[in-house]
């Protein structure tokens, strides 16, 4: 039996079917993302809805392969909280992350700056990541909204000098059910991580 479960997000079924031909012969769940208020909202769901521990998302403008899945699911057995092999459109973690740092902030109304937020609460929480540009993906305009997520994002995080940050917001506690809190779980510290720049070049996280 599979301990993970690759969910297709999509707002248009037949979107799915080219990333499920990527990924063939591996079964997929297809989310039907249509109508959500946000981002944040359909991975909560798409959460709580994933039948085993492992969770990985992929996006309808990505077109992994099983070696793909295979090197996300290696560095989430090593200890990375959340490895993204394509920023937000292929990524993947165990629910335990989810316990331990929250579930994604609903207040990014649409889409936008959810990825920047998780970074941070991984920094905060002494978790390491894996963030790259390694799977295919094909840039589509995107059809979440993205005028509002940025003004919260300034609201709930201040930028200070070197890189350094401050909270600024505290997290809202949904209720939601994903099991009990797995303690045998131990993730790398943050110190590990790694994550790829605006300019592509490779970077160790400054977490000092």
């Known amino acids: 039996?599979?301990?993970?479960?690759?969910?297709?997000?999509?707002?248009?079924?037949?979107?799915?079917k080219s990333v499920q031909q990527s990924l063939n012969p591996l079964p997929v769940n297809i989310f039907n993302g249509k109508d959500y208020p946000s981002f944040s909202k359909l991975i909560n769901d798409v959460i709580v809805n994933n039948p085993t521990e492992i969770v990985i998302v992929a996006s309808y403008k990505v077109r992994p392969t099983q070696n793909d899945v295979q090197k996300m699911i290696?560095?989430?057995?090593k200890g990375y909280g959340y490895v993204a092999t394509y920023r937000f459109?292929?990524?993947?973690?165990?629910?335990e992350f989810i316990r331990r740092i929250?579930?994604?902030?609903e207040r990014?109304?649409?889409?936008?700056?959810?990825?920047?937020?998780?970074?941070?609460?991984?920094i905060e929480n002494n978790i390491s990541m894996y963030e790259s540009e390694e799977v295919i993906y094909y840039p589509k305009q995107s059809t979440w909204n993205c005028s509002v997520s940025r003004t919260h994002f300034l609201k709930k995080w201040l930028e200070t000098k070197n890189n350094k940050f401050t909270r600024l917001l505290d997290e809202e506690n949904y209720d939601y059910d994903i099991g009990?809190?797995?303690?045998?779980?131990?993730?790398?510290?943050?110190?590990h991580s790694v994550v790829m720049d605006c300019s592509?070049?490779?970077l160790k996280c400054n977490t000092e």
């Open 89 to 95: 459109a292929f990524f993947g973690f165990k629910k």
């Open 1 to 16: 039996m599979n301990n993970y479960t690759i969910n297709i997000i999509v707002h248009d079924l037949k979107l799915a």
């Open 200 to 202: 592509k070049k490779w």
């Open 180 to 191: 009990m809190s797995d303690t045998n779980v131990e993730f790398l510290n943050a110190s």
């Open 108 to 122: 990014f109304i649409g889409g936008g700056y959810e990825d920047c937020d998780i970074i941070r609460r991984c």
């Open 102 to 105: 929250g579930f994604f902030d």
């Open 74 to 77: 290696d560095l989430i057995n």
